[in-house]
């Protein structure tokens, strides 16, 4: 890592009540990608993916939007589809996954929809489980779904700034609702029942439980990537924020200002996969659509080198 950028934008803020993305957004969102292109030109990056999600995909003025953004940035951002999304997601967090389990629930909760993957690591192309199960592996994606939700489409439904416990529990209902079709489907609950699985989660909400957890006085991603979490632990940072006001939210390092009227929807969301699918234990992925979109960019350019990248892992910035 030589160089990095992050800033909430909240593109997708009111969409889910006007079909469209706002002025103010937009303007968010340019100021945010000026920054990455003088990143990019800075670094002489000659080779680069950039790409809009949910949205971009969902808004009637997306494609006007990312016309706009060439125009007036100069960077050419093309829209993923659900499917290639999920893929990615997966990509990026691949080096976590534990070989040892059968199967593994890949979640990532974002701002306007949020991705579930099932993975199944109990075959190799098709072959059994003794044939060299590991993380030379690629896992094989047993079924997955985009729901239609997110911290800011929930909390912009719910109420983010005061959430009490009635209110948090319609918004668990309302992602179960969403969650059970799913389910009924495929019945991979029954996976969960003293079955051999984890979850892993890619997100600012488990990354944020995580540092809450931890008691980290500030963010800290070399000890949040890669750590382990307990349902109990997961429950336990969930409901101690319940019970914290909109101030003290703010006040917690691991969350500020910018995040403190979603971590709620967020932990709602967890919640809900929680209780679907209550798997002992929860990895904690600081990482995800974008290091899969330089992975994929890097195996196609024959310099991928996962054990090195595993080696290097701690030192990374």
């Given at each position: 890592m030589v160089d990095a950028f992050s800033r909430i934008i909240r593109l997708g803020e009111g969409v889910s009540q006007t079909g469209r993305l706002s002025d103010a957004a937009m303007r968010r969102t340019i100021d945010a990608l000026r920054v990455c292109a003088t990143k990019l030109a800075r670094n002489e990056?000659?080779?680069a993916r950039c790409v809009a999600t949910e949205a971009c995909r969902i808004a009637s003025n997306g494609r006007d939007f990312l016309r706009r953004v060439e125009s007036e940035v100069g960077l050419k951002i093309e829209v993923l589809d659900r499917e290639t999304e999920a893929g990615l997601a997966v990509s990026g967090c691949a080096s976590l996954i534990d070989y040892r389990a059968d199967y593994v629930l890949v979640f990532d909760i974002g701002g306007?929809?949020?991705e579930l993957i099932w993975l199944d690591l109990t075959k190799k192309n098709g072959a059994s489980s003794g044939h060299g199960k590991g993380p030379g592996t690629k896992p094989q994606i047993r079924a997955w779904t985009s729901l239609p939700v997110g911290v800011v489409t929930l909390a912009e439904r719910f109420g983010g700034h005061h959430v009490t416990p009635e209110s948090f529990e319609e918004m668990v209902a309302h992602v179960g609702s969403l969650v059970r079709p799913w389910e009924s489907l495929h019945g991979f609950r029954a996976l969960t029942d003293g079955g051999n699985v984890h979850l892993l989660g890619t997100s600012g909400t488990v990354t944020t439980v995580a540092g809450i957890h931890l008691g980290l006085k500030r963010y800290d991603r070399a000890r949040v990537d890669g750590c382990w979490l307990a349902m109990n632990e997961i429950q336990s940072v969930t409901y101690a924020l319940l019970e914290r006001s909109y101030e003290e939210r703010?006040?917690?390092p691991c969350i500020g200002h910018?995040?403190?009227d979603l971590v709620l929807a967020g932990c709602a969301i967890l919640e809900a996969i929680l209780r679907t699918w209550p798997a002992d234990r929860l990895r904690v992925a600081d990482r995800g659509l974008r290091e899969g979109i330089l992975?994929?960019?890097?195996s196609?350019?024959?310099v991928y080198r996962a054990g090195r990248r595993r080696r290097r892992q701690r030192s990374n910035g």
């Open positions: 990056v000659d080779r306007g929809s949020s703010v006040a917690e910018e995040r403190a992975a994929t960019l890097m196609e350019d024959g």
